[in-house]
């Protein structure tokens, strides 16, 4: 009875599980629904997945920028932006599509280096949906690219707003207020970034960053327990850190550890320029000018317009009764001085000008002037990347390089 009972209920469930194929079946041939499906699993890094909904969708009529999008996507997934650009150009970034044609465009143009169009993608998506976190996640990284550190911040700081628990955002931040010694609001983002998950995608080297910074500017609060809690986390044996370690023990009055800790970190790096200007308050603590000089020069040689330093041998050689060195060192000082302030004016230039390329070409010619060569390049980079503005209705349809 039992097993007849089974035979008569086989083929319902067989009906049962074929209606349900069948309707599994239609719904995914709804080219709606594969759209947004194929849109997902590109976001997953599915490309597999992504081109089995472009096959499918290129058999239904009327979804050619679906298409369009879904390649550009799928290019730019594989790391050709230029590749991406060319396909998206075909959308017609209406509806539904605007929003994710807009970022696939807006990435596209970053990545080469077309930074105010990529800027006008993000922003007009900022005007249908303020609350994008991706657009202000973007602007953030443009704007600091750009040198325009204000208006990157602020957009770090939308972000936050929407992704409380961002710690790339907190670090940004954080880099920007160090590099312009608001140690304050520096040491507020990093801590805050400290205190939250590490992406997988952030290396361990940025984070040892972040804590060598946050120290660094605690130390410039007076703040020398904070600062050697904060590096009780950092590697060891990093020459840096040893230094900050040995300037927070002088500060805190303990001279021998201090000194032994210095000594550590100048035999990991005889250059490390934080514990060669400890080595010489510590010899002008005690009146030992002459043992100042050598180390001085050794930092001069790397970075010969590093006034901080210049001005301390200048001050040695007149102890030491070389008026001749004294004026020449003192000339060189004020060189210096001259191009750093021409650099900070020009700096703050930039920050109110985002689309100026010939502020950043003059500040690529004072960075090679102090030889600051990396930052040279940065610059020469956002002036190419200010030059490529958007022609008439380019926002949506720009042209690759």
């Given at each position: 009875m039992?097993?007849s ?9 067989l009906?049962?599980?074929?209606a349900?194929?069948f ?24 490309l597999?997945?992504t ?8 058999t239904?009529?009327?979804y050619?920028?679906?298409?369009a999008l879904?390649r550009g996507g ?10 991406a650009l060319?396909?998206l150009e075909a959308i017609?970034p209406v ?11 807006g990435?596209s143009?970053?990545l ?7 800027a ?6 900022l005007?249908?949906?303020p ?7 973007w602007l ?9 550190f204000d ?7 939308e972000?936050?707003?929407l992704?409380?628990g961002?710690y790339l ?5 954080g ?11 520096a040491v507020?983002n990093?801590r805050?970034?400290l205190?939250?998950?590490r992406p997988?995608?952030i290396?361990?080297?940025?984070h040892?960053?972040?804590?060598r910074?946050?120290?660094r500017s605690?130390?410039?609060q007076?703040?020398?327990p ?5 590096l009780?986390?950092a590697?060891p044996d990093?020459?840096l ?5 040995a300037d927070?023990?002088?500060?805190l009055g303990?001279e ?11 035999e990991q790096?005889?250059h490390e320029?934080?514990?060669v200007?400890l080595?010489?308050?510590?010899a002008?603590d005690e009146k030992?000018?002459?043992a ?7 930092i001069?040689t ?5 006034t901080?330093c210049?001005?301390?041998?200048a001050?040695a050689?007149?102890r030491l ?6 004026k020449r060192e003192?000339?060189r ?6 191009l750093k302030?021409k650099l900070t004016?020009k700096n ?5 000008m985002?689309?100026?390329a010939?502020v950043?070409?003059?500040?690529a ?6 030889g600051?060569?990396d930052l ?6 956002a002036?190419a990347?200010?030059r490529?503005l958007?022609q ?5 349809k720009p042209?690759?390089r």
């Open positions: 039992n097993f009972r089974q035979r008569l209920l086989t083929p319902v469930i009906l049962l599980v074929a349900g194929a309707g599994w079946f239609v719904m995914q041939e709804d080219p709606n629904r594969v759209f947004h499906d194929s849109l997902a699993e590109l976001d997953r890094g599915n597999a997945a081109l089995d909904g472009i096959t499918t969708l290129e239904h009529s009327g050619e920028s679906h298409v879904l799928y290019q730019l997934q594989r790391g050709h932006p230029a590749d060319r396909s017609e509806g539904p599509l605007k929003e994710p044609a807009l970022e696939l465009i990435e143009l970053f080469l280096d077309q930074l105010p169009l990529a006008l993608q993000f922003q007009e998506l005007k249908d949906n609350d994008s976190a991706d657009a202000h996640r953030g990284q443009i704007f600091y690219n750009l040198g325009a208006t990157a911040v602020s957009h770090l700081q972000l936050i707003k992704e409380p961002n955002a907190h670090a940004l931040i880099h920007m207020a160090f590099d312009f010694e608001d140690f304050q609001v507020e990093y805050k970034a205190t939250l998950q997988s995608t290396p361990e080297r940025v040892q960053e972040v804590l910074n946050l120290a605690l130390i410039g007076n703040n020398y904070a600062a050697l809690e904060t009780a986390a590697e990093h020459a850190v040893l230094a900050l370690k927070c023990h002088r500060g303990n021998p550890l201090a000194r032994q800790l210095l000594t550590q970190a100048l790096d005889a320029r934080v514990a200007l080595q010489v308050d510590m002008v030992q000018t002459a100042i000089v050598a180390p001085l020069q050794r001069l790397n970075d010969p317009h590093d901080a210049r001005y301390q041998l001050q050689w007149q009764g070389e008026p001749d060195k004294y003192m000339d000082h004020d060189k210096s001085r001259q302030q004016e703050l230039q930039a920050n109110r985002p689309d100026d010939e950043r070409d003059r500040l010619e004072l960075c090679e002037a102090l600051k060569h040279a390049r940065m610059w020469k980079q002036a990347a200010c490529r958007p008439p209705r380019s926002t949506l042209v690759p």
